[in-house]
């Protein structure tokens, strides 16, 4: 299985030549190329024909490319999705997903693209945490959850207070629900790009929930972003002595073996077995 990083997934605005074409040269390993909340009306169908030829292009090296696009229900919807389809980025983003209904129709507007292009979506409504398995399983083209805090304290009613205490919750259900069904998962984001210890410590509780990455919006958030969801040296070093553990002859048919003082199942391998890829990737 082949393991692809998604810590950082920085927001471009699609509506800015400058931004579009500085995202070739940062540091994060997806770039969402937004034609939603960043640009105005007036502005859509520009951005919108901006983005497909930026993606079109090239140019972004090993950067995975998603475009956002407007929800399905707006005027735009339907016109994002042929150019997102025919432009052919790594993903389209679908926003205000709330039910399976709403993944399959964002699928049949994907028929023209690509094969490699996948779906990706919009956790941002309270109908999508109660629906968030559903979701997760409607579709095979699915590959990511992406939170959208911002719109849940919105429509919940919550706050993002005493370290995002009511949002837990939602958070956790989003990430069982994208394992159960082999996706990936993505944070949403940190409004104060200049707090970079209160950034830092988010990060940390996304990962420690299971996040995968965190979307950003602002390239100075890029490098925190990435060390706190890389494996550490720590990390990598303890995999290398499970790997070399179970390579021994004599435990070759265990499923349990003690290492350093600790018990250590096949399960632990596997797990293993996902840092390993994850900084291979990382390293390129």
């Not at 502005?43 to 956002?68: F, H, M, N, P």
């Not at 956790?123 to 629906?131: I, R, S, V």
């Not at 409004?191 to 970079?196: A, L």
């Not at 435990?251 to 290492?259: D, E």
Request: charged letters at 25%; hydrophobic letters at 50%; proline letters at 5%.
């Amino acid at each position: 299985m082949t393991f692809r990083p998604r810590r950082s997934v920085l927001y471009m605005p699609g509506a800015n030549d400058r931004a579009l074409e500085k995202a070739r040269t940062l540091p994060a390993d997806a770039l969402i190329l937004d034609l939603e909340d960043s640009v105005a009306p007036e502005a859509k169908a520009e951005a919108r024909s901006r983005v497909a030829a930026c993606v079109t292009a090239g140019g972004y090296g090993r950067r995975e490319l998603v475009i956002r696009v407007n929800g399905l229900e707006t005027p735009w919807g339907s016109d994002d999705m042929a150019a997102a389809g025919a432009a052919g980025p790594d993903a389209i983003l679908v926003p205000k997903v709330s039910r399976a209904a709403d993944v399959a129709r964002a699928v049949l507007l994907m028929k023209d693209a690509p094969a490699h292009t996948r779906l990706w979506v919009m956790m941002e409504t309270p109908l999508a945490m109660l629906k968030a398995d559903e979701i997760a399983g409607a579709e095979k083209r699915l590959a990511a959850l992406v939170l959208g805090t911002n719109d849940l304290v919105k429509e919940t009613r919550a706050s993002t207070a005493q370290n995002r205490f009511a949002l837990v919750p939602m958070l956790s259900l989003c990430v069982l629900a994208a394992r159960a069904h082999g996706l990936d998962v993505i944070d949403g984001v940190y409004n104060d790009f200049r707090d970079e210890a209160g950034f830092r410590a988010e990060c940390e509780q996304g990962r420690l929930l299971g996040m995968d990455g965190k979307t950003l919006i602002h390239p100075g958030q890029i490098a925190t972003c990435n060390d706190v969801f890389s494996p550490s040296p720590e990390e990598v070093a303890w995999s290398q002595k499970i790997f070399a553990a179970f390579a021994q002859p004599e435990n070759a048919a265990k499923g349990v073996i003690t290492l350093d003082g600790k018990m250590v199942e096949r399960l632990h391998l596997a797990m293993a077995e996902r840092v390993a890829a994850i900084a291979e990737a990382i390293v390129g």
